[in-house]
Each structure stands twice: as C-alpha cells, then as structure tokens.
C-alpha cells in the first residue's frame, strides 16, 4: 500500500512513470542495460559482514527480506535506508554464484521458474538449482541468471505484457489474430493449475504467461473501492463518483442519463484498475425488476417494471462498457455483470425449520420458511420470459454484456448455478450470448446439501459430513456440485469453493480438465476485449489518469441523476417551490435532516464528499435560517422478525426529541420533515416486515402537523414507503430515494425551485396491506396480483406518478390517426426487438416554469378474458426543459415483445385484440388506440421459449 501510495502521488504531479520506491519487487526481466532498476551495486564490508545490495536508481533502497526473515517464500524487495546491522539486508555473493542470506543462511532464487516476471524470493540454498545461481557485473552492476544471462534482476516497474519479450512472439499475443484463436492458444501454454486458479473471481496474474490480474469488483451506482489521493488543484477528493441508488436512477426515466452514469462508472473503474487501485470487472447492473416492495434489496435496483429496467440495462451496461465515446473504441472500457439470474427477488421469509435430510430443491413453503440460499422459484412461463428473464435477454441481445451473475435461488427444481437450460441452452446456444458467468458469492456451494468446508482430505471420497445447512440439497459432494457448475455453463466461482477444490478434483479425475478449458477460454475472451493482451500504447483506455475520478464533469453528472430523480408527490396550495428561503424561517426536522452518508445507499465506495452535503449543511451554505432537530430515529417498533436486523426497543420508541422538534416547527414559517429508511430497514440478507415508515418517524411527523400545518415531507430511501396519513395529510410530499453524495443539494434545489421536479414513481406504492400477500408467491397475478402489470387494488400512489411545478397537457397531433393496425401473420415473422409501431404525442407546456417532462407510453387490453396484464408499459422518453408556452412533440415506439403472451407449452404467440394507447403521464394521457388483426400466430423469432426445461 505505502508503494502504491507513493507512486499514485508521482502520478497526480507528473504524468511521467513512477520513481523506484519502497516495497518494489525484484524479479526477473530481459536484461536492458538503459535501465537503472537492473543497477545494483553490492557492497562488501571486510569480513563478509554487514554487506548490501543497494540499487543505483535509488540508492537509499536495498535488497530485503519483505516478512519474517526466516520465512522460504519470502519475496525480495527493495526498502529502507541501510543502517547497519539490519538482519533482512545484510547478503554474501559466493563465488558459485548464490546470494546467500547472512542473517538465515538461505539463498535467493525464482521458487516459480526462470521466466521474464518471475519474483525473487527465499529458498533453501542448492548449488546445483539453476534458479538460485547469479553472475555479477560491476560494470553494468546487472546480475544475471546464469543459466539464462539475457534475464537480468530488476526491481520495480515489474509488470509483463504483450510488448516484453518473449511473449510479443506467441500467438495470444499477437493483435492481429482472431480472438478465439488468442484465447485458445493462451488456454493451450497455461498448466493445469493456472487454469484452475483462473476460475477463481480474484482472477490472479500468470507472470509466467504475462496475464495481468483481473479482479471484480462492484460497481451499481458508483466504482466500490477507497479514494486515490486528493488532488488540490483540480478539488478532487480523489474518491470515486457516488451516485444515487439505482431506484434513484430508475425514477428520472432518462436512458441519456443512464448512459452517462454507465459511462461515468466505467471511466473511473478503468482510472482506478490503471492506478492499480481497483477492478475494472464490475458486478453491475442488478436488473432483476423489483416485484414486492417487502425486498431488502430494491434500492439497487431501477423499477418494477420490465420494459424499464430492460432499458436501463441497455444503456448502463453501454456506457459501463463502451464509454460511448465516438468512433467506438475495439476495446472494452470495463465489463460488466448483469445479475443476478434469474427471478431473484427474495432474500430471508423465515428460517427453515423441516429436518434432515430435507427434500431435494424443495420449495420450501412448510414446516418453514425460506431464504434465497434454498428458495426454489416456480413462475408461470409467461412471466418468466417477459418479466423475469426480459432485462437480461436486452442485456445480451442489446448491451451485449460480458458477464453474467447466477443468483443463489433455484428454479424449477434446479438451483440457478447449476440450471444449464437457462445458462447453456438459452442463453448462449439462442441468444448468441459468449460471456462468461460468475456465481454470486456461495451459490455454488449452496446447491450441496452440507456445510463445504467441513470437507476435510483426505480424499477420495470427498463427501461432506451432512450439517445444518440451509441450501438446496441438490448435489451431495464435492465433485458433484462442481461438476454440475461447470457442466451447466457457470464458469467463475465467487465462493472459495473452487479455490479450495477445483484443482484437486480435476487432478483425480473427478472432473474433466475439459471442462475447465471451456469455462478459462470464455472468462479470458473478456480480458482480451479489455485489451490486455495488446499493446497499451495503442489504445486510449489505458491511459486514463487518476484525475479522471471524481472530476468536476463526473460531479455534474452525479447532481444531474439526483435531481431527476426527485418524486413530487404532493403539492396542495402550491407550497412548493418556497419562493425567498433565506427570509423566512424555516425548521429541518427528522432522522434524515442531516444525512450525509446514509445517501450513498447500499454497495457505494469511499466517499468524502457527501460528509459536507447534507441538506441541513446545504441549506445553511446557501444561507438558508434554519432550526434543527433530529425529533426521532429510524428504526424498527416491530420485533425483529427473520432475519431482520435488530433494534433496541427503547431506541425504536424514543420520543424524548419531540418536544424540541415540535418547538423548531411552531417557531417557523415552514417545516421540512426529512424522514425514510437506511440500511438497518432495508438491506441485502433480510427482507422488511412491512412497508411503513419504521420507529415513531410518522407520530413525528403528525406532530410536526399539529404545529405548523405548512409542513413538507421529504422522504430518503430506496424500497417505497407507504404511510398513508401522510399522503391524506400533509400538503406537500418529496420522493428523493438515497440520492449519492450530492442528494443533498439537490433536495434543497428542489425545495426552492432551482428546477421543477420531473421524475416518475419506478414502482408502485401499495396500500400497507400489501404484506398479506406470501412474499414467495413469484406468479404476478395471484393473491390479487403484484406490480403495476396485475395488482387489481386501490394503491396510495399508481407506478409513473410524478408531479411537476408546471402543468402540461398532452394530445395527438393535428391530422393523426387515432387507430394502428397490425396483422398477427406479420408480426409473426419479425424478431421480438421488432419495432411495430410508432405513437406521436404532442406535449404543451401550460404553467409558469420550464421543466422537464417523462412521457409514457401504455398499452391496455380490452379483453383479458385470457391472463394478461392490465397495462403494460411499451415506452417511455425524457424531454428537457420545455420552457412555458412551448409544445414538443416526443415519439414511443412499441416492439413486438410487448405484445407476445407465452403459454403454458412455452409457445409465444401474438394474437388479435383491440388495447387503448395511453401517452403522456398517468393522470391525463392522451389516447389511441391499436387493433391488432387475424389468427393467434407463434412468432418465430421467439422460438427459444419451447425449449425451456421448466
């Protein structure tokens, strides 16, 4: 870390390479008589005592012992200033040609072979290993390998590639070669065990073959890692963009935006990788559509809705992986994960309690619960290829992205990992997909029915002593669930299991070596898109600098995505936007008034920036008068339920801060309330009991109202919230969601009017009730039915609700048709991605203020005399700044998926009927319609649903 340090400082000064520094590697290179790092001079006290080798480049740096002295192993690197005596630094070169250790008596040598960037490190003294015997010249002070005198020692700037020799002569390295013929020609040089190690998600370096490493990293609304060093000339803190969480993002129904946020993100993981100080793999997008609001992990992810979280893929994943930059670049910027397949939407009902041994993928539903480990999804077929499994075909087929997550349910009977009907034969043989797949973390083991690392050698027969383990019991030992991992077409392991095993059972034949070459050769196809293997001269990715993170164009971008973001719920009597903030006085009130890091949601990097971006610290900036009090907490009245994260009641119930909340809000003009959810409410690993504001935040809020009617509510989360006196109550209502490190700025832009809020409820906000209905049940339309698509109830805000500062209307142009007619014999034989129709809509600002507005477009059948949704959304389009008095015309195109039905054969069909065309918002659409004519007919473009395993 000091190393790296050191040379990130050189870097933000000087663009040149970084001086030698403390803790560099010695290792083994071309011998290059210009270089300095292959200088050294050894001197020799008299006696042989107290000798050393000392680098010319720097000479205050010698060679030492990096870790315990007596350590075989233990790398050499160059470090400190030599004081004699200093046990690790003290070395004798004797006459056969091995440095020898004063301190231990062990020699240096290559303990993994004579190859260019192979590390220095201590053995046992042999004077007859080849790796262990060096020539000194003190003329060109360079010690060489004597049984190879054209490598020399070097210490560091030790990285391999492409461009060193003698890797620029073979085939994966050559540029100009087909990428299947580079892969399989890498995949042909590489030994079984750097085959099996590759398969592990830290994807370590091969020096031997001068693969760099590839590690994942996260990457869902911002790069997940540390701050690089702060840059006082540009301002940068040096911590990566943190954006608003995805739910956020899904409610500016903007793709440009999501396309700059895509690209925001891949630039600085490819800053950060270049830096070696992150990952440019990132596990992002999470696009499995939010079905019940009940799920811990809906902040990370954009809508309820298919069709929109199949744009938002698309456009992410381009901007994480292309850059967008023009003309497009033969190299990737980043790769991306799309996970996590497929129909993940749960994370813990209630623990298992059914005894072993337990049924096989069993579903779960008595005598227990169920948690995603051992949940087996079972969704009718129509809902599994146009809602569950949509946003990933759009993903592959549109994005084109290069990774794919399994989830760690099973479905239909089969544990995801291991389903290579969906991985396999769906989407590789019919999609054209050639990524690789990635397990989520444990997903592999999780399909064995014991605990794997009570799997003690040795072996064979590698069978587990049966546990307590809450998986799906599918596979019942090592090899097995290994083999079925990689038979199914899952190739990389984010679990240790097959860092701990894979090796082993391939080498005792328990699994094919095949097998393995097929998953490396698929997982190294993306490091050759990322162009690690060619010549980084030749490209522009690599030379992203550090300062691209945290740029001031980045921060633009991240206030931009929280303020389209921004629900307006309510506003009666026209209490927002306060019109002169700083005359009045005003009173922040709430858990929230004063969140800084609470912003940045789940899965988000460093950040520092957000410390001084609350709405209280923005609104006193701007020298608002504000009077603040916290007035409660947030957390939970209700008991922990399984596996919710506990709360001490006397915390969950404290009203001791009413009275100075209720004081603040009598003594003001105004009253902000600032309210919501964190991450002990809503969370990866546990689900909510309930959709209410947890604690007593809503008695708050109710006396903040008995004290000053003119009370706004702003509520901070990312699943929804439904408290239903508020929405009958108070006048004016916020939907911010965890709006990043700027969310605070723009909440207060918002309140006063800086830009009118234009974004769109991404989900429906049900009723409370809504928790009555089974959590497990993945079928949309049962129990009354789930999301905008099915739910046949009263809900307390419909999905694509927003208000707006302004007002617009919305109509068909002039001269328009008001019907589309389409022939099922023709739609029939288009692909699925089809555009068939195009709706025109004209919007006209009639208010006061310019603002952005979102159009939608909705189909509604006439007859659902066979099951299908309600409504389903086709398309949808920002438009900006539509100034007061100007009428815009915006266009949604509606594709053939967004008329196919899949039946219980799997057959998809497009029949005939008669839809409303609803375009422009959810209160005042104008209207069309579409008359869709002939017999039912299969569309062949969709051929890929029958051959479901289901």
Known sequence: TMSLTLCLSVLVLLPAACALSAGDVVALFACNTSSDRQGFVFNTAPGNLHAHIQSTASPSLVFDIDGPSNATGALIHVWGSYTPPVANQEWQLDPRGLIVSLYNNMCVGLPKGPYPGSPLALMVCDPTDDVQLFSYSATSTAFSLKSAPSLCLQAGDTDVDCTTPPFSSYAYCDATLPIDDRVRDLVSRMTRQEKTAALDSSSPAIPRLAVPALPSGEGLHGVVSGCLPPNATTGSTGCPTSFPCPMALGAAFDPTLWLRVGTVIGTEARAMYNAKAGSMWMFAPNINPSRDPRWGRNQEVPSEDPVHVSTYATMFITGVQTGNVSPPSKYLL??????????????????????????????????????????????????????????????????????????????????????????????????????????????????????????????????????????????????????????????????????????????????????????????????????????????????????????????????????????????????????????????????????????????????????????????????????????????????????????????????????????????????????????????????????????????????????????????????????????????????????????????????NGTFSPAGKLPVTIYYPNITARDIRDVDLSSEGGITHLYFEGEVLYPFGWGLSYTKFSYALPSGAAESVHLNTAALASLSSDAAVASFVVEIANVGAMASDCVVLGFLVPRDRSVRRPQQVLFDFTRLPAIAPGETRTAAVTLSLAQLVRIDATHSAWVEPGVYTVLLGDVEAPAVAALHIMGPAALVSGMAWTQRMDL
């Open 334 to 751: 980043a790769a991306s994960t799309a996970k996590h397949l497929a129909v993940y939407d749960l994370e813990g009902y209630e623990p298992r309690t059914d005894p072993l041994p337990r049924p096989r993928s069993a579903r779960c539903d008595t005598p227990g619960g169920c948690q995603r480990w051992n949940f087996d999804a079972l969704p009718p077929a129509d809902d599994y290829v146009n809602y569950y499994l949509a946003p990933f075909h759009a993903a592959v087929s549109k994005a084109h992205v290069r990774s794919i997550m399994c989830s760690y349910n099973a479905q239909y009977g089969v544990p995801s990992c291991g389903y290579g009907a969906l991985q396999d034969d769906i989407v590789r043989a019919q999609w054209g997909w050639d990524g690789h797949v990635v397990s989520d973390y444990t997903a592999i083991e999780l399909m064995q029915d014991s605990v794997w690392n009570d799997c003690k050698p040795p072996y064979p027969p590698l069978q587990c002593t049966p546990g307590d383990f809450p998986s799906h019991n599918y596979t019942h030992t090592v090899p097995e669930t290994i083999n079925t991992a990689l038979v199914a077409g899952t190739d990389v392991d984010l679990g240790p299991l097959f860092n701990m095993w894979l090796d082993y059972v391939v080498a005792n034949g328990s699994v094919p070596e095949s097998l393995v070459d097929t998953a490396v050769a698929r997982f190294f196809r993306t490091h050759f898109m990322l162009g690690l293997f060619d010549d980084p001269a030749k490209q522009d990715f690599p030379h992203i600098p550090p300062s691209a993170v945290d740029s001031p164009e980045h921060r633009q971008v991240a206030l931009q995505a929280a303020q389209e973001a921004i629900v307006l719920l309510k506003n009666t009597r026209n209490l927002l936007p306060l019109q002169d903030p700083k005359s009045m006085k005003i009173a922040f009130i709430g858990p929230h008034a004063n969140i800084t890091q609470d912003l940045l949601s789940n899965y988000h990097g460093e950040n520092t920036l957000v410390n001084s971006h609350s709405p209280l610290q923005v609104a006193l900036q701007r020298g608002w008068p504000v009077e603040y009090a916290r007035g409660c907490n947030i957390c939970d009245v209700v008991p922990p339920g399984y596996p919710n994260m506990p709360c001490p009641p006397g915390k969950a119930t404290d009203r001791s801060g009413f009275p100075a909340a209720v004081q603040a809000a009598q003594a003001s003009d105004v009253a902000v309330v600032f309210v919501g959810l964190d991450q002990t409410s809503e969370a990866e690993n546990f689900d909510r009991n309930n959709v209410s504001l947890p604690g007593v935040q809503e008695d708050l809020i109710k006396a903040v109202v008995a004290a000053q009617p003119n009370t706004i509510v702003v509520l901070i989360n990312g699943g929804s919230v439904s408290s239903v006196w508020t929405a009958l109550n108070v006048p004016a209502i916020i939907e911010a969601f965890y709006g990043g490190e700027l969310g605070g700025d723009a909440i207060i832009d918002a309140l």
